[in-house]
């Protein structure tokens, strides 16, 4: 069983950077992929970035590409959401997950952490 907790969301003005961290435990968590989601108000929860359990391979949903950077720390359990350039259309809450070796399931989440950006 993996535990997961989000950290570093917050409000910032448009242009401005976040990162968000999610720390993990109770599992091994170099065999994870590791995946950012975000659900806004009224709105499907969706995949933004994710980043594989072995080579750091990434991708990401075409609304963050160039502007959102994954990134992980097999050493500290942690893996990272760099945010740059935000807009408004970013205001979401932001989860973790990891994901079940071999499938597209994400099977443990974290609590998300609120993310608001100001016109």
């Known amino acids: 069983q993996v535990q997961l907790v989000e950290s570093g969301g917050g409000l910032v003005q448009a242009g401005g950077s976040l990162r968000l961290s999610c720390a993990a435990s109770g599992g091994t968590f170099k065999d994870y992929a590791m995946g950012w989601f975000r659900q806004a108000p009224g709105k499907e929860r969706k995949l933004i970035a994710r980043?594989?359990?072995?080579?750091?391979?990434?991708t990401y949903a075409d609304p963050v590409r160039g502007r959102f950077t994954i990134s992980r720390d097999n050493a500290k359990n942690t893996v990272f959401l760099q945010m740059n350039n935000l807009k408004p259309e970013d205001t979401a809450v932001y989860y973790c997950?990891?994901?079940?070796?071999?499938?597209?399931?994400?099977?443990?989440w974290g609590q998300g952490t609120q993310v608001t950006v100001s016109p």
């Open positions: 997950a990891a994901g079940v070796v071999g499938t597209s399931v994400y099977a443990y």
């Open positions: 980043i594989s359990r072995t080579y750091n391979v990434t």
